[in-house]
């Protein structure tokens, strides 16, 4: 069997050094983020929401989400519940969701 061929298992988990992995994954995340950026209200299937923070770094994401996979968290807060909480997500943009109010 070909020493360079490992099984999925095997390998190590953790930040890549090739420039090249690390930047078409920084375009998947900027994708999945879409035009959420701190100031933007959008509204989705669940509600509209007013967007608080976004967090990039995958250890930070993967602490405040609770999941292992996350690479990014987004804090938002509900705009049409005057009591709302703030709250992370971490959901990608689709074609659903939409901007009501951008931000320059």
Do not use: C
Not at 4 to 28: C, F, W, Y
Not at 44 to 49: E, L, S, W
């Amino acid at each position: 069997m070909d020493q360079s061929i490992r099984h999925m298992a095997t390998r190590k988990s953790g930040p890549t050094t090739d420039p090249d992995i690390n930047e078409a994954l920084r375009q998947v995340v900027a994708h999945q983020i879409g035009p959420r950026q701190p100031g933007v209200i959008y509204q989705n299937t669940d509600g509209a929401f007013r967007v608080l923070d976004i967090t990039t770094d995958p250890s930070e994401a993967r602490r405040i989400l609770r999941r292992r996979a996350a690479q990014f968290a987004i804090t938002v807060i509900d705009v049409l519940r005057p009591d709302a909480e703030p709250f992370a997500v971490g959901s990608v943009w689709t074609g659903s969701d939409r901007v009501l109010k951008a931000v320059a």
